[in-house]
């Protein structure tokens, strides 16, 4: 079977990386030259089930991850008291490495192929005889063409992304503040490092300073060294109509982006990978190579599952918004239920990993 990635990009190279392990034929087009991230400092957060996954299919993928244990939950009113905790049972609720590193990994794989046009169309790439067309590219002729109507929603906020250098701990805990101004999170990544991703409820600049002076409002047991360069990227929600058009699949963050205060946008593109393999290997098995086929069997397993996930995180963000301005009255009594109750509480360690 022979499949074309549309996309020189993180989702791209870890499907290569999966492909290649079932000894499946796979090209990486682009019309742009791989990215230089040198000096991006963003990280991944990679679900306990997730981790698994890509520990079983990449090589060497468990040098790499922090692992988390809890996952603490507090609102603007009360800071020293959680509304909730998410705990797995003998097991890492998550872990946390560097994109960059991540990135390193999956480009080392010698049989990786990479071919570069200027400009290409579906009927020029359709003259290669691939099987399965992946399409994970925002901005290339096939995307404009094929797939521009999404469902969209723009919070008009922005997200910014820094490390921490500080005084060694255990630090195994990850902190989501839901403060007046938007999510804030404290996410491990050593004993001396950890990553802060603040979710911003508005799109006025914040500089390094002012965000320094958040985190240090926040926290509450690091004693910060050094802070490294700031990552802003806006918030959007947004959902393609459709995720096929004969045998091109669209996929990875071209298909679902979503609000990162849960950390789920990478976990979503994992799942979907988990998702894909199996059709593929269920179709391979059966003799059957149609690439139309196999992507319509993804979006028809999938597409829903993805909405209301989304839809789900969005809820969530809402509903915090909603919370700070009754001064968080609303959140305390219902996550006092979770708390109490073991199936609730279950659900929703489920639900999150």
């Not at 926040?218 to 995720?243: A, C, D, T």
């Not at 045998?247 to 789920?264: E, M, R, T, Y």
């Not at 059966?286 to 319509?296: P, S």
Request: hydrophobic share 35%; proline share 3%; charged share 20%.
């Amino acid at each position: 079977m022979n499949i074309c990635l549309l996309g020189n990009n993180l989702t791209n190279l870890v499907l290569a990386n999966i492909f290649l392990k079932n000894k499946i034929n796979v090209d990486i087009v682009s019309q742009t030259p791989a990215p230089i991230l040198k000096n991006t400092i963003r990280t991944i957060a990679i679900s306990n089930e997730n981790y698994k996954f890509l520990k079983e299919n990449i090589k060497n993928f468990s040098n790499l991850g922090w692992p988390t244990s809890i996952i603490k939950i507090y609102s603007e009113k009360n800071r020293s008291s959680e509304l909730f905790e998410f705990k797995n049972k003998n097991e890492n609720n998550f872990y946390l490495l560097k994109y960059i590193e991540f990135y390193k990994l999956l480009r080392k794989n010698k049989f990786l192929k990479f071919l570069k046009y200027k400009n290409y169309s579906f009927e020029s790439i359709n003259k290669r005889n691939y099987n399965l067309i992946i399409n994970s590219e925002h901005n290339n002729p096939i995307t404009k063409k094929f797939f521009p109507n999404k469902i969209e929603k723009n919070y008009n906020a922005s997200a910014y992304t820094t490390i921490i250098n500080h005084k060694k701990i255990e630090n195994k805990i990850a902190v989501q503040i839901f403060t007046k101004n938007g999510p804030l999170a404290f996410l491990p990544l050593s004993d001396y490092q950890t990553s802060i991703v603040f979710s911003n409820n508005s799109n006025k600049l914040i500089n390094k300073k002012k965000l320094l002076e958040i985190i240090n409002n926040y926290n509450q047991k690091y004693v910060i060294n050094k802070i490294s360069n700031v990552e802003k990227f806006e918030i959007k929600f947004s959902f393609l109509r459709k995720y096929v058009y004969k045998n091109i699949l669209s996929f990875g963050d071209l298909i679902h982006k979503v609000h990162p205060l849960a950390g789920q946008g990478f976990n979503m593109t994992i799942r979907d990978i988990k998702s894909l393999s199996l059709i593929l290997d269920e179709n391979i098995k059966l003799g059957i190579d149609n690439g139309e086929i196999i992507a319509q069997k993804f979006q028809q397993n999938n597409k829903h599952l993805n909405f209301m996930y989304g839809v789900g995180i969005d809820s969530i963000n809402s509903f915090f918004n909603l919370d700070n301005k009754f001064k968080n009255n609303l959140s305390e009594p219902m996550f006092k239920i979770f708390k109490g109750n073991k199936f609730l509480n279950d659900y929703a360690t489920f639900f999150s990993n």
